[in-house]
């Protein structure tokens, strides 16, 4: 699944073609109150807009290397860094993963089939998509274990309550007894009356 990916951008790719400026030694520590360099523009819409058939709808399996067909067919409107932000994001996706374990073909600018989907990448989607579904499902489950948690907590809130209003203990014995401090105490049951 990494070919779906774009390269990383190295010095020599560098949208403005100066290797010079890339190679450059990095500025002093005093220097760098300048302004931090900017992040690249998203370039969603305008792919969307430039190539419908293929970025608009539910997500499709994209060619590989549809970044240099992207660059040909709109020279100069994309830099490399705003394309692999965008094809990261893009082929990241779970849509875009169950869509690769689910296609069997690609496809180019024009909605159009481009090679077929290898064994390895469908794996690749297909392990990734059961990692996010682990995942998730131990999200779940850790949420549900806080839910009981905090019910439990209020339901033992309650029966402290219920049990102080009726207790003819001290309050020092109550508090032994319930396994809780006087300094808690007040705290415990405020909460349980507001509850």
Known sequence: MNSDLPD??????SPSGDTAAAAAPAPAPEAKSAAPAAAPVDATAELKALFPALFTGKPKPVKLRIQADIQERAPGKFTKAQLSAFLRRY????????????????????????GEITEEHLKAAQEEL??????????????????????????????????????????????????????????LLEIARKE
Do not use: M
């Not at 839910?147 to 907590?153: F, K, S």
């Open 8 to 13: 990383p951008v190295s010095p020599s790719d």
């Open 91 to 114: 082929t990241g996706g779970t849509g875009y993963l169950i869509a690769l374990t689910q296609a069997k073909t690609r496809f180019d600018l024009d909605g159009q089939p481009a």
């Open 130 to 187: 059961a990692r996010r579904r682990g995942l998730k499902q131990e999200r779940e489950q850790v949420e549900q274990q806080r839910h009981q948690l905090e019910a439990q907590q209020r339901r033992n809130r309650a029966q402290l309550l219920w049990d102080f209003e009726r207790t003819t203990l001290t309050e020092a014995n109550f508090c032994v007894l319930k396994g809780t401090t006087p300094e808690e105490l007040p705290g």
